[in-house]
């Protein structure tokens, strides 16, 4: 499956989900998931992403790994999304900041 990074975190653009042929998206609070069950691995999603935070599993940076289990976990709990919203306001201030895990809100 493909993975949603610590990228992500507190970005929130949703660019993403707009493409997604299976709709594999899933929405908490300042952070997207990807339903593994779901994703059929079709990669249209990673270009996408102005934060570049969707890897394939495979992909997936060594001190990221965390992220394939979170992304499992998170997507059977959070609601689908589907269609583009605005990012958070301050979205900037977090852009290329490295390891927001912490401030990951479930
Ligand atoms: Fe959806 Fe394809 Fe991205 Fe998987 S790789 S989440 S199927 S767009
Ligand atoms: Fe997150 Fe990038 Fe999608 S920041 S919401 S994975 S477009």
């Given at each position: 499956?493909?993975?949603?990074?610590?990228?992500?975190?507190?970005?929130?653009?949703?660019?993403?989900?707009?493409?997604?042929?299976?709709?594999?998206?899933?929405?908490?609070?300042?952070?997207?998931?990807?339903?593994?069950?779901?994703?059929?691995?079709c990669a249209v999603c990673i270009p996408e992403c102005p934060e570049a935070?969707?890897?394939?599993?495979?992909?997936?940076?060594?001190?990221?790994?965390?992220?394939?289990?979170?992304?499992?976990?998170?997507?059977?709990?959070?609601?689908?999304?589907?269609?583009?919203?605005?990012?958070?306001?301050?979205?900037?201030?977090?852009?290329?900041?490295?390891?927001?895990?912490?401030?990951?809100?479930?």
């Open positions: 499956a493909h993975v949603v990074c610590d990228g992500c975190v507190n970005c929130k653009h949703t660019d993403c989900v707009d493409v997604c042929p299976v709709d594999a998206f899933r929405e908490g609070p300042n952070f997207l998931v990807i339903d593994p069950d779901e994703c059929i691995d935070a969707i890897f394939a599993e495979e992909d997936v940076p060594e001190d990221q790994q965390e992220y394939i289990q979170i992304n499992a976990e998170l997507s059977k709990q959070w609601p689908s999304i589907t269609r583009k919203k605005p990012a958070p306001d301050d979205w900037e201030k977090w852009s290329g900041v490295p390891n927001k895990l912490q401030y990951l809100k479930r």
